[in-house]
């Protein structure tokens, strides 16, 4: 059985191994397929776009998801069965539903509460340890989720605001909601709204960040620009996403997660 595991840990300390040796000494024989533990500290929307894009490429399994910023408080943990098949063990913080939703929906969830599935002694501080990756073994190893706990509503799980993006006939309101390793820059739109805004490859837009404008061009490769140009481009997960060809969109705008970019279309 696979284990796959996401989280915001990253890999200087030792969360990420303890979380492995965890779930190892449950279920030595399930094979661990790290995602990414390089989200965003406590950025759960973050968390919840990667997984939900990575998703469908990842053999069905367990998906252990931590990305936790209320831990400790009142927010539940959960175990969720896909339409699909899959399980997904994380905090009900709304981590776990896109992925969720793309995956067939959600057929049943579960609050972690069975202590027999959980670590002696759970710290308040680190439920990927002691609650979260020991359900993910426990399921790997067969135990039926409704073992772990009471069942939970689907519709009382919290879910996250994802900002829908505003398509006028002269402008694009939009919001980055990711930026990737490279410095590229996800955007709430897909190719879809461009086309609904007749907005095709090779055609100049400029974009608005902060006050400032950019002049883009909208392409359908990094080859497709000059070594410096600003592109407006789908990504590998159907995504609009800004870039700049040979460099870092990021570091250029000085631009995160959260932040508004307008589109202007009609450009001289």
Not at 160 to 184: C, K, M, T, W
């Amino acid at each position: 059985m696979f284990i796959t595991f996401l989280s915001d840990f990253g890999l200087r300390d030792d969360f990420v191994g303890t979380c492995h040796g965890v779930i190892k000494r449950i279920a030595p024989d399930a094979e661990i397929l790290d995602i990414t533990h390089g989200i965003p500290p406590q950025h759960v929307l973050q968390g919840a776009l990667v997984l939900a894009n990575t998703l469908p490429y990842m053999p069905e399994g367990v998906h252990l998801a931590v990305v936790d910023p209320g831990v400790g408080g009142h927010r539940r943990p959960l175990a969720l069965a896909t339409g699909d098949g899959r399980l997904l063990v994380g905090p009900d913080n709304g981590l776990l539903i896109p992925a969720a939703e793309r995956t067939g929906g959600i057929a049943v969830a579960h609050e972690l509460a069975n202590p027999e599935y959980a670590l002696d002694s759970v710290s308040r501080t680190f439920h990927g340890r002691d609650l979260f990756s020991p359900a993910a073994a426990h399921l790997a190893r067969g135990i039926p989720i409704d073992e772990l706990g009471p069942p939970v509503d689907p519709q009382a799980l919290v879910r996250l605001d994802v900002p829908e993006p505003e398509i006028g006939q002269n402008r694009i309101r939009a919001s980055v909601l990711y930026v990737d390793h490279f410095g590229n820059m996800q955007l709430n739109l897909t190719r879809e709204h461009l086309e609904q805004a007749d907005v095709r490859p090779g055609v100049k837009v400029e974009l608005e960040l902060a006050l400032e404008r950019y002049y883009a061009i909208v392409a359908r490769t990094f080859a497709d620009a000059r070594a410096g140009d600003i592109i407006l481009y789908e990504d590998a997960y159907g995504n609009v996403a800004i870039a700049i060809s040979g460099g870092s969109a990021c570091d250029l705008f000085g631009a995160g997660p959260g932040q508004e970019v307008r589109i202007h279309l009609r450009t001289p």
